[in-house]
């Protein structure tokens, strides 16, 4: 996680093509948001190959049981450095085996911040993935209500975002937008 202090920007990968453009880019670590057991150990060991971490997330990771099985297996013959999901149960399995873990919580209102809260404390993510990251007032409150590493995603377009999502408190950002893997 000492990466993402000093590259606060993450690479978030929706086509399997756009793993050779992230690591031309001077990020430390990316998000793979798709593939297959079929694809996706390849473009794992080929960006971990260049020193970058890679995780997977396992929620859109298609031909894989969601549950410990899966995990087992992404864990043993994928080896990203962690996985992401928005399933608490997967995170908890996930950790009894080892694996990083990047809980993804999505905020549409109060209740959800709340129920997030609760989750998280109860699950010990190692880091809380915040999405939409665009709201800085919400990534304040989950920096001042939880002790882990905040990043926040999803509807980030230009650097002044990114700016405010690391003032109020994320750790890092995580953008799709290929422009932005290289803005800081």
């Known amino acids: 996680m000492a990466d993402l202090k000093a590259y606060p920007i993450i690479a978030a990968v929706r086509e399997i093509d756009a793993v050779d453009l992230a690591l031309e880019k001077p990020i430390r670590c990316v998000f793979i948001l798709t593939g297959d057991i079929l694809n996706i150990k390849y473009p794992v060991t080929h960006i971990k190959k260049a020193c970058k971490r890679v995780f997977l997330h396992i929620d859109l990771l298609e031909g894989v049981s969601k549950d410990a099985a899966g995990l087992r297996y992404v864990a043993e013959e ?107």
Do not use: C, Y
Not at 102 to 130: C, G, K, M, N, Y
Not at 142 to 153: C, D, T, Y
């Open 78 to 184: 994928i080896k990203p450095d962690g996985i992401i999901t928005t399933r608490s149960n997967l995170i908890s399995s996930a950790k009894s085996m080892g694996i990083f873990t990047i809980q993804r919580a999505f905020f549409l209102d109060s209740l959800a911040v709340d129920t997030a809260v609760r989750t998280i404390r109860q699950v010990e993510p190692d880091a809380v993935e915040v999405l939409p990251g665009v709201i800085p007032k919400i990534i304040k409150r989950m920096h001042e209500n939880i002790h882990h590493p905040l990043i926040a995603g999803g509807l980030i377009e230009d650097i002044q975002e990114v700016k405010e999502a690391l003032k109020a408190g994320a750790w890092a950002v995580s953008v799709s937008k290929i422009d932005l893997w290289d803005a800081l």
